[in-house]
């Protein structure tokens, strides 16, 4: 699930956990850094985050958000 001020993430374990975007959260598709550039469903995320100025109904706050559309086969 992907909003404009946040994203829900599958984990690995298969849990799910929201993680919220400030403005001065940074973006990297692809290995490349953009300002506009938000996940899509289906992509790879890693993310930085941190508990500080954490919203209401969110479990993290990103920091950095690096994300990787993959390739269809």
Not at 26 to 55: C, M, W, Y
């Amino acid at each position: 699930s992907i909003e404009d001020t946040y994203v829900v993430v599958k984990t690995p374990k298969g849990d799910t956990t929201s993680i919220a975007f400030t403005p001065t959260t940074t973006f990297q598709h692809n290995g490349i850094h953009s300002d506009t550039a938000r996940p899509q469903v289906g992509d790879r995320l890693a993310a930085e985050v941190t508990k500080k100025g954490v919203p209401a109904n969110r479990d993290w706050v990103a920091t950095e958000l690096n994300f990787v559309t993959p390739k269809k086969p």
